[in-house]
């Protein structure tokens, strides 16, 4: 059974830094790429960033420079530091894998950021 659990969402001020965490299990995590998608109230999910089974990353053009994605192998765990967040940042937040060789993707339960003064 293959599980994505996120962590570390929460409400922020303008300005402010958040880690997000998610722990996979039920797959060979060292083989797929890791994302971050976020969806707004209304919105359409949206790619974030991702990050592949070399360490290739890749991010929207609205993060880039203050978001990073990284990721522990030995922990098989993926993460979003994302700093000096804006109002327009706050979204549901979730993990997804993709097995690159067969397509297969996998979804988190989401996490809130929230960010307001």
């Known amino acids: 059974q293959v599980q994505l659990v996120e962590s570390g969402g929460g409400l922020v001020q303008p300005g402010g830094s958040l880690r997000l965490s998610c722990a996979a299990s039920g797959i060979i995590f060292s083989i797929y790429t890791m994302g971050w998608y976020r969806q707004a109230p209304g919105n359409q999910r949206e790619l974030v960033a991702d990050?592949?089974?070399?360490?290739?990353?890749n991010s929207a053009d609205s993060v880039k420079g203050r978001f990073t994605i990284s990721r522990d192998n030995a922990k098989n765990s993926v993460y979003l530091q994302i700093n000096s967040l804006k109002p327009e940042d706050t979204a549901v937040y979730y993990c997804?894998?993709?097995?690159?060789?067969?397509?297969?993707?996998?979804w988190g339960q989401g996490t809130q950021v929230t960010v307001s003064s």
């Open positions: 990050i592949t089974s070399g360490g290739s990353t």
């Open positions: 997804h894998a993709l097995n690159p060789s067969f397509g297969l993707r996998y």
